[in-house]
């Protein structure tokens, strides 16, 4: 701006002065006086200048700088910087590339410095059924190796250059060479993840060579769930071109390295695809095949239903046998401990009565024992004389009446202890006798 503003300058300056020399008449030249017609073109001289020795350079944002000497350097920091009236060539740290699917009138987003849109494009799979495809690139420029840096700014001279004729062309022959690889059902059967690696491995480390070959179409199908698993023949079998990835002698990827984004020192940050509009022939046949895989569990399901059903009978059953087992086991143990009880309760009330017949037999060998000693003494007393009832009864009464007369005995109050030798005790004896015998003889 500052360059064509400069130049615009030069320009009105030597021109006011060239027409003031050939038009002599008043009007508007009379303003450009001689003077301002030189300030004019010095102004833009002066603007041209600094135009062509200086520049800012942007955040985010790396410059290759060619100098009219020859020489050339790279800036990566943002600021004012010397360029000597070279030429810059600008490229942004990182690109966003995206094809975007257009649908309903949409606008294509506008492209800009280090953002690039462009339509989705259509693309065949391996079975022929073809798709918009929507991708997001982003590329970064390699700002650590300024030689590289230098001579890809040089091969390709612009951004834009760079990206409309070497990324763009990569990112279709990646995702050509990948449709070539599975089939659109492959795609929506599982395979969506091993499509964006093969999109990413290839723009990262070159296309793969692909190599053609045939298999059978018609293939015995296994079904299997959770039941059962059969074969279904799905009848003649016939071939089918296909390709897959060539391989060399020792078994690494084939890939062609002609036209790398490696050799010009780029690196993939992301690359996946964002979305697929299917053709409408494979639209309506996605929902055939919808509500045939929802027909089919459906049914799969019911099928599972019924056998865990009847598995549940069985197990009901077997839940009753057990059941019913358990009871009468817990009976047949009931009447096995009461028998066993009764046993042992047996067995104690048999050694309790042979303790007791015992204990029976030691009485009445005691009783005899006793018998023949009461025995013995009555026999004794009846040589002395005396039936034993006699005798004890004789016994009897002087116990009780010697009790009798010791308790109303009355002694002396005083007595003279004259002994000698000790016997006081005698003395005192005597006397309690002699009163004693004189009361009795007193009765009688």
Not at 150 to 167: F, H, P, T
Not at 222 to 231: A, F, M, P, Q, S
Not at 380 to 392: D, F, I
């Amino acid at each position: 701006m500052l360059t064509f503003l400069g130049i615009l300058l030069i320009i009105i300056g030597l021109l006011t002065l060239i027409l003031k020399s050939i038009i002599k008449k008043d009007g508007f030249l009379n303003w450009f006086t001689t003077n301002r017609s030189i300030q004019f073109t010095l102004l833009g001289i002066l603007l041209s200048i600094i135009t062509g020795m200086f520049f800012y350079a942007e955040a985010g944002t790396a410059y290759a700088v060619q100098f009219v000497s020859g020489g050339d350097k790279m800036i990566t920091t943002q600021g004012l910087k010397l360029k000597w009236w070279g030429r810059i060539i600008p490229l942004s740290y990182e690109t966003s590339i995206k094809d975007v699917i257009l649908k309903d009138d949409v606008e294509l987003p506008k492209s800009s410095q280090g953002i690039y849109n462009r339509k989705a494009q259509k693309w065949e799979f391996s079975d022929a059924i073809k798709a918009e495809i929507s991708t997001s690139v982003i590329v970064g420029v390699n700002i650590n190796d300024e030689k590289v840096f230098l001579n890809m700014a040089d091969r390709n001279r612009s951004e834009s250059k760079l990206i409309y004729g070497r990324v763009l062309p990569n990112i279709d022959a990646a995702i050509k060479n990948t449709c070539k690889l599975m089939d659109a059902q492959d795609y929506i059967s599982g395979q969506a993840s091993d499509f964006d690696r093969y999109f990413r491995d290839q723009l990262e480390n070159g296309m793969y060579q692909v190599e053609q070959y045939y298999e059978s179409e018609n293939t015995n199908e296994i079904v299997g769930d959770t039941t059962t698993i059969r074969k279904i023949n799905v009848g003649k079998s016939s071939k089918q071109k296909k390709f897959r990835i060539k391989r060399n002698s020792d078994g690494s990827i084939a890939r062609d390295n002609s036209n790398t984004l490696k050799q010009y020192g780029l690196k993939i940050y992301q690359a996946q695809v964002t979305g697929i509009d299917w053709e409408e022939s494979f639209d309506e046949r996605l929902d055939l095949q919808k509500n045939e895989v929802a027909q089919t569990q459906l049914e799969k399901q019911q099928a599972e239903r019924e056998y865990y059903r009847a598995k549940k009978e069985v197990a009901k059953g077997e839940s009753e046998k057990a059941k019913e087992r358990a009871r009468l086991e817990k009976i047949q143990i009931q009447q096995t401990i009461e028998a066993e009880t009764q046993a042992k309760v047996a067995g104690f009330n048999l050694i309790k009565e042979k303790k007791q017949y015992e204990v029976e037999q030691f009485k009445a060998k005691s009783k005899k024992v006793a018998a023949d000693a009461q025995y013995y003494e009555n026999a004794k007393l009846v040589s002395a004389g005396l039936t034993p009832q006699e005798r004890a009864e004789w016994e009897y009464k002087t116990a009780v009446g010697v009790a009798k007369e010791i308790k109303d005995l009355k002694l002396p109050s005083t007595y003279i202890e004259g002994s000698k030798n000790g016997n006081s005790g005698n003395l005192l004896q005597s006397l309690i006798g002699a009163e004693l015998a004189k009361k009795m003889m007193e009765k009688k």
